[in-house]
């Protein structure tokens, strides 16, 4: 495996893992003598306007999140896979992408299973799960924006119930149940040159990452 890390971020060169969000469902036994099974309750699907900015509200508060996806940017497929907190003290990614041949042999002579390791990770922007979060979420769950969404509906997505709201760009699944938990986002720019798909999950329950041994590092000059 081929990566980067730093005190606060572990940046990996590889295919990222699909993270699944873990489903569950209940059901209750008829009363003895009833014909009929007990009525679900009925979840009614609340205004883009009402639950969005309670959703970013979650997002601001959350301390710690997953999250699973792939971005595709003029031809270019970039698969990520990020864990950590909100603020970027603790998170470790992996990402994958395509690369030639000749550049993926020579990156593998040099770090064979080891990380890699740099002592600054500013070089590779900006990349963290509060980063990330504000960059999908920005102007759509503003109360003044939240009202361009044009459909609606209650979804089962992998087990659990989720809004769906559908806008021009971008689609957004919201847990309906619980708090309101951002579960998936679907999008594209206006320019049709870049869309993407992401999954989150562990809200607030990630656990801390520690680093490697450096014993399991090695240093490449230039990173």
């Not at 209750?28 to 679900?40: K, T």
């Not at 769906?164 to 998936?184: C, F, M, S, V």
């Amino acid at each position: 495996m081929k990566t980067f890390k730093s005190s606060s971020l572990l940046l990996a060169v590889a295919a990222s893992a699909a993270l699944a969000l873990d489903g569950c469902s209940s059901s209750a036994e008829n009363p003895a003598g009833s014909e009929n099974p007990p009525a679900e309750k009925q979840i009614q699907v609340p205004e883009a306007s009402k639950i969005l900015p309670q959703t970013a509200e979650v997002i601001k508060n959350a301390t710690s999140v997953s999250m699973s996806g792939e971005i595709t940017q003029e031809g270019q497929i970039i698969k990520v896979d990020l864990a950590g907190t909100n603020d970027g003290s603790n998170s470790k990614a992996a990402v994958s992408l395509d690369a030639g041949k000749e550049a993926a042999g020579m990156i593998d002579s040099l770090v064979g299973d080891k990380w890699i390791s740099t002592s600054n990770a500013s070089q590779f922007g900006d990349f963290n799960v509060g980063a990330m979060l504000k960059t999908m979420t920005s102007g759509d769950f503003e109360g003044s924006d939240s009202g361009k969404f044009t459909g609606s509906s209650l979804e089962d997505l992998a087990g659990v119930k989720a809004f769906k709201y559908t806008g021009d760009e971008n689609a957004y699944w919201i847990a309906a149940e619980g708090e309101p938990y951002l579960l998936q986002v679907e999008g594209s720019d206006a320019k049709g040159s870049g869309s993407g798909n992401m999954s989150f999950s562990d809200w607030n329950a990630v656990s801390p990452f520690k680093a490697p041994a450096d014993s399991e590092t090695v240093s490449i000059p230039g990173l």
